[in-house]
T-cell receptor, first 113, second 112 residues
């Protein structure tokens, strides 16, 4: 099976702009989670989607949002970008969610100038 | 809030030696744990997992030990190789529907 794919791999944006990142889970997986990784904060959970519904949400401001499509592909959006949003954004998929092995994509490196 | 791990230590080992990476977790209700390896510029890669009804699980050159009494997890890597150099994360997960909580990671450096 193909692994988790994320596009784009790299992005450069300026403050105030918005960005949309895409994630395609492993075929057959229905749960998609998003994480933000920074040197200072480590891996922090953003949100999890299952069957097109947000099931869990981390402690991030409302500028961070996501959605999932019927084919389980997911997108996350960050509006009004801030310098502190520069990070590696990781997507992970599992079949059903909690209690299962979670597989990660390569990430999207976002740089906000 | 809940947390896994405390600091980001660095472990340096000689090639061929065994490595032991430790992780502390705080949620006694967690029942599933995963170790990940992350190389520079890549996403975390699954290494091995263990459920709370076990205290030891072995893979190829890796062993995970779980001590629920003191809420401690360890990853043992046998005959450490240069390709093992990476940051290693432990992650815990509770019941169905809960998200994974990750530790801060340990950087493993393998010396020639």
């Amino acid at each position: 099976k193909a692994g988790v794919t994320q596009t784009p791999r790299y992005l450069i944006k300026t403050r105030g702009q918005q960005v949309t990142l895409s994630c395609s889970p492993i075929s057959g997986h229905r749960s998609v989670s998003w994480y933000q990784q920074t040197p200072g904060q480590g891996l922090q959970f953003l949100f999890e989607y299952f069957s097109e519904t947000q099931r869990n949400k981390g402690n991030f401001p409302g500028r961070f949002s996501g959605r999932q499509f019927s084919n389980s592909r997911s997108e996350m959006n960050v509006s009004t970008l801030e310098l502190g949003d520069s990070a590696l954004y990781l997507c992970a998929s599992t079949g059903w969610g909690g209690g299962e092995t979670q597989y990660f994509g390569p990430g999207t490196r976002l740089l906000v100038l | 809030g809940e947390s896994v791990g405390l600091h980001l230590p660095t472990l340096s080992v000689q090639e061929g030696d065994n490595s032991i990476i430790n992780c502390a977790y705080s949620n006694s209700a967690s029942d599933y744990f995963i170790w990940y390896k992350q190389e520079s510029g890549k996403g975390p890669q699954f290494i091995i997992d263990i459920r709370s009804n076990m205290d030891k699980r072995q893979g190829q050159r890796v062993t995970v030990l779980l001590n629920k009494t003191v809420k401690h997890l360890s990853l043992q890597i046998a005959a450490t190789q240069p390709g093992d150099s990476a940051v290693y994360f432990c992650a815990e997960n509770g019941n169905y529907g809960q998200n994974f909580v990750f530790g801060p990671g340990t950087r493993l450096s393998v010396l020639p």
